[in-house]
Every structure is written in structure tokens, then in C-alpha cells.
């Protein structure tokens, strides 16, 4: 088949459109910039092409998947219809996918791209081949997100934002946490935890659902004509893995337990689990961790995608934890107007409690056909500053931020870059 991609730089459009290219069809995908993950695909044999353009639809086309952030609008969205070439979103086209296989979903607020990475490179490690489509990129993967498995397995990063999950069907579902996200859509918390129970209702009968017992909006709707494992802090494994783990941070025990409960209703050994979770140094931008050199100074950065004051406050603490002496630097990039807007409170309390050096937030992101005109005009990272009214905390454009810290930085300190926009390309500038 001859197929489409409309927003193919997505980390959930990239790998879908890698898992079709693997399968012998012919790929090409648009994109309103180049990126590193479209040089990639580019790189692996499929057709890029910039900008979105109705020439770009051609007669012959098989499917047209477009991304989630592609209006009806959108030029080759329109053209695709006029030419009469089936359309599909990516949640729809992945949700036929998961009809193929047998399926283990990762959702929740926060975690699913860690908590996906390490249950799949746990089957790796137990001689089970999965196919896997994540949402950050793995060395274990050739630095890609997509892994092409010949079992019956689909591990997937399941995300909730516009429902997208509900068109996912699997037999083991995993859920890390409940959290006030994504009320650009949902409006209210409650919508949240109900689009999560909608969710979990889906499950078979004979399913299993692996849920963290800590979270207690999660544990209220976790029931069902299905199996519940929990984990919890409170687990005796949440000594030996922190022990184990090389990536720090409680939320990661989380998460390491959450793979346990999966690899052990597909019968794998813990001993095989442990020495796959004893392994795992994290992936692109989730607590990504570089030495660097500036002339004579030394020092270590950590690229994160943490963007959630939940996220934030769990990153800085593991900051902290990893590196009990040292001084810290963080410059954060605040994601989308919206998300900003509902949780401003959250982020001045986040910045407020946290124990680290210097905060420099730069402007925020804006996240293209997600915002609100009224809300993008009300809100700025210079008014979230005042707000937090801390010494320590300041605000800088990102130019201006990298001089400075280049500047006063020194030997020995850890500088923490964060955000899910594309703050991430900083890092290659230090």
C-alpha cells in the first residue's frame, strides 16, 4: 500500500509510519519543519516533505493517517477527502493494530514513555520479541522509537488527550497514575478520572489490569470484570530497586514496579525482570544525562521532558537525590499557553517548595492548534516569575538564558534543561 502521513515528525506518527514502512509499504509523510526524528525517518527509506500542501495528496494513494493536531482544515487532509482516499487518525489506524496483536497499553498522566521502555526491553531480555511503538526514543532501538517484534506482542504508549486511547483494545493495560492533565480537553479533573475509567472498562474479560495502588483516584476506579495487580511504594521489591536502578527518583521505583506486575502475568522470572530494570539508563529527554566540557569547566546536564508541576517537582527531586552536594541550575520552557493557564497555581507552588540553585524559565511554548487567542494573550512566563517571587527564580529568553548560565557556571555543577517543547535543542549548544 501506498500510505500518508500528515504530522509525520510526531513521536506517535514516526513510529506508526516506521511499523507500516517495515511491513513493506510505501511511506511518505509531511511536516510543517525538518526535525532530528524526521531525518531519521528520511534516513530509513521513507518520502519527507515540508510544509502541508494539497499537492502533496496524490491519486493512488492507499490511506491518509493524519495526526491528532491536524485540523479538517488542513490542506491535505481536504485534498485526501476530495481525492476519496481513506483517512485515518492515528489513534484509529493504531487502534486496528492492537486488534492484531496481543496488547499491553501504558497510560497514565505521567510515566508511560519510561514505564513502556522498560517493560519492553524486560520481554527482550526474557526472549520474547515485542513490537514496540513509545513515545521517546531508545539506544536499545538504534535511538529510534520503534522496534519491530515477530511475537504476538504490542507494547504501546497509550495517551489520553482528546480520548485517544479509547480506540485501543489490549489484554494487558497499564495505568501509573491519575493527575490533572491535558484540561485543555478534559476542563475538569473529573472528566479526567472518567475518561480513565472509560478506558479501563474496555478490558476483556480474562485481561489484567496493572494499576499503582499509591494513587487513589486510580485505585477508586480500578475495578472490573478483569484481573487488578497493584503495586505500591509499599511493595518489599521498592527496596532492592532503588538499589538497582540507574535512573533515580521514587516515580521510578513506580515504574519499575508497574514492568514486575506486567512480566509477571506473562510468567517471566523476577530474576530476568531485575537484571533488564538493573540495566536501563533511560531514554531521549526522560532524565537523559550528558558530561559536558565548556573550555576548562566540567560539568553534568540532564535533558528531561517534564513539563507537568507533578513531572517538575519529581525530576528536581531525583536532581537532588542523584546529587546531594552539588550545585543546580534548571532552565525550564514552560509547554503550551493552556496547560500554563489551568495549572499556573501548581507551577508557582512547584517553583516556590523546590530546593534547587537557580530556576531560569524562558518563554513558554506554544503548541500550534492547541491554544486559546484570550488565554495565550492573559498568561507569560514573566508574570509566572512575579508570581513565584523567589530570588533564585528567574525569568530569560532562551538566548539570554544560555549566555548566562555559559557565563557563571562552573566546574562540577549540574544543569537540568526541561520542558517538552523544543527546549531539547539547547542541549547540543552547551
Partial sequence: MKIHFIGIGGIGMSSLAQYYLQKGHKISGSDLAPSKITDLLAKKGITILVGNKAEHIKQGFDMVVYSPAVKSSN?????????????????????????????????GSHGKSTTTAMIALALIKAGIDPTVIVGTKLKEFGNSNFRFGKSKYLVIEACE??????????????????????????????NVVREFKKFILKLPNGGFLVANKDDKNLFKIS?????????????????????????????????????????????????????????YKGSWRRFEIFNKKLKTISYTLISDYGHHPTEILATLKAVKEKYPKQKIWCI?????????????KDFIKVFRDVNINRIIITDIYDVAGR??????????????????????????????????????????????IMGAGDIYELVDKF
Fill in 75 to 107: 490542506p491535505e487532509y481536504q485534498q485526501a477527502r476530495i481525492l476519496g482516499i481513506v483517512l485515518k487518525s492515528y489513534p484509529e489506524a493504531l487502534g486496528e493494530l492492537t486488534e492484531q496483536y496481543t496488547t499491553i497499553a501504558v497510560s
Fill in 161 to 190: 488527550y482528546d480520548g485517544s486511547f479509547l480506540n485501543y483494545n489490549s489484554h494487558i493495560m497499564v495505568i501509573t497514575n491519575i493527575d490533572k492533565e491535558h484540561l485543555d480537553y478534559f476542563k475538569t479533573f473529573g
Fill in 332 to 344: 525550564f520552557q514552560p509547554h503550551q499557553y493552556q496547560r500554563t493557564f489551568y495549572l499556573f
Fill in 371 to 416: 491554544e486559546d487567542k484570550k488565554i495565550s494573550d492573559s498568561i507569560s512566563s514573566e508574570n509566572l516569575v512575579k508570581k513565584i517571587h523567589k530570588n533564585n527564580v528567574m525569568y530569560m529568553p532562551v538566548d539570554d538564558a544560555e549566555k548566562f548560565v555559559k557565563e557563571n557556571i562552573k566546574s562540577g555543577e549540574v544543569l537540568v
Fill in 223 to 279: 475495578k472490573g470484570n478483569f484481573t487488578t495487580k497493584y503495586y505500591s511504594l509499599k511493595d518489599k521489591e521498592s527496596g532492592k530497586l532503588k538499589k538497582i536502578l540507574q535512573i533515580p527518583g521514587q516515580h521510578n521505583i513506580l515504574n519499575a514496579l508497574a514492568v514486575l506486575q506486567v512480566t509477571r502475568v506473562l510468567g517471566i522470572e523476577d530474576s530476568t525482570t531485575f537484571k533488564s530494570l538493573s540495566k
